[in-house]
């Protein structure tokens, strides 16, 4: 079993930064992709960022140009630092692991508790 954590999430003010935080724990990760979503109030979960084992990185449209995401193989750990944050960037935000590469929630096997960003206008 993985257990996966976040942190980082908070109140910021559009315009601002922030970086989120996700470790996950419990078995070997290596080939496995790391992923952000993001689920706003009144909203399906939707994909934001992911990155492959090897560090190839994919974004939505909606955050391409100002979220970056990385991670740290050795720690098991991804980062998401997000740039010219928007009000409607206001989600909660979640860490998800998988074998599988994709945009596409049900190819995550493992799945963090979420961690709120709220960007205020």
């Known amino acids: 079993q993985v257990q996966v954590v976040e942190s980082g999430g908070g109140l910021v003010q559009a315009g601002g930064s922030q970086t989120l935080s996700c470790t996950a724990s419990?078995?070997?990760?290596?080939?496995?992709?790391m992923a952000w979503f993001r689920q706003a109030p009144g909203k399906e979960r939707d994909f934001v960022a992911r990155i492959t084992w090897a560090g190839a990185s994919f974004y939505a449209d909606s955050v391409k140009g100002r979220f970056t995401i990385s991670r740290d193989n050795a720690k098991n750990t991804m980062i998401l630092e997000m740039n010219n944050l928007k009000p409607e960037d206001t989600a909660v935000y979640y860490c998800?692991?998988?074998?599988?590469?994709?945009?596409?929630?049900?190819?995550?096997?493992?799945w963090g508790q979420g961690t709120q960003v709220t960007v205020s206008s």
């Open positions: 419990g078995r070997t990760l290596e080939q496995y992709t």
């Open positions: 998800a692991v998988g074998a599988l590469s994709s945009t596409y929630q049900r190819f995550y096997n493992y």
